[in-house]
């Protein structure tokens, strides 16, 4: 039985480092240029507090400054190991405190992982949907990730004590509950970017939200069937940033395949 558990707690860590970088949650602004552009806030993937947050994201910080937007950083309470519903009541506070700062009456979102199911408990349950723009999520799990339920099929169906790594699962009670009813409430632009190369949520079609007007799913090789990226690189692929723009600028999604 402590062998099990061991083997748990090892393929437990393993999962949750794959689905997000590494390592609470604090403020980390950036402010860039004044401008009626709403101000972004990145919302980190497992393991990441808000001081890895800070180093994992700063390449999509510094895409998004350059092209003219006030962005902050938002890291995981505890590195995202606990309540994802704990995380999105202090996202709510987070989001609630860069609107008081900048003027701004919404937020733009972008969630990496586990940050996507973040913002999404927050907009349904937090009252986010009053508060936000546009909601992007790159690789986030929104009908869970298969390869938590390995740990199930191999006895370890409590993840060795991990909350997040349970509420990830395929059909989990959490999931379950989020996604009851409208995926996409609110008048909140939805786009939720995911590749086939993802290793880690899979199928990688769990990514994808239902379309009731206001959500857009995208597959990266649909348009570029060449580009090759993982579930990790999502926030560093130029690609995958063109679509981010389009996102954030309520266009249509053309994703620039040759992007660096």
């Known amino acids: 039985m402590r062998a099990r558990r061991l083997i748990g707690a090892v393929l437990v860590a393993g999962l949750l480092a794959a689905l ?3 390592a609470g949650a604090g403020a980390a602004t950036a402010p860039a240029t004044e401008g009626s552009k709403d101000p972004v806030i990145i919302v980190a993937g497992t393991f990441a507090n808000q001081a890895l947050a800070n180093v994992y994201y700063e390449a999509l910080a510094t895409r998004l400054r350059r092209d ?16 994802i519903a704990n995380a999105s009541a202090r996202l709510n506070q987070f989001a609630d405190s860069v609107r008081a700062s900048t003027g701004a009456t919404r937020v733009d979102l972008i969630g990496h992982s ?11 349950f937090r009252g986010g949907a009053g508060e936000v723009d546009s909601a992007i999520s790159l690789g986030a799990p929104h009908y869970g990730a298969a390869v938590a339920n390995l740990l199930t099929l191999l006895g370890l169906g409590t993840c060795a004590g991990v909350v997040a790594c349970r509420q990830m ?9 989020l996604n009851a ?3 996409t409430i609110g008048n909140v632009r939805y786009t939720n970017i995911a590749s086939v190369n993802d290793g880690i949520v899979q199928p990688y079609t769990t990514s994808f939200l239902a379309d009731d007007g206001n959500n857009t799913n995208v597959k990266v090789q649909q348009q570029c069937p060449l580009r090759v990226v993982g579930h990790v690189g999502l926030p560093y692929d130029g690609t995958v ?19 660096l």
């Open 20 to 22: 997000g970088p590494a």
């Open 68 to 83: 003219g937007y006030r962005v902050w950083k938002f890291g995981l309470p505890g590195g995202g190991l606990g309540d």
């Open 114 to 124: 586990q940050g996507g199911l973040v913002i999404r408990h927050y907009l349904k």
């Open 169 to 177: 699962t395929i059909g989990s009670p959490f999931l379950r509950a």
């Open 181 to 183: 009813g409208d995926d």
């Open 241 to 259: 940033y063109s679509g981010i723009k389009d996102a954030l600028a309520h266009r249509a999604i053309t994703l620039n395949c040759f992007a």
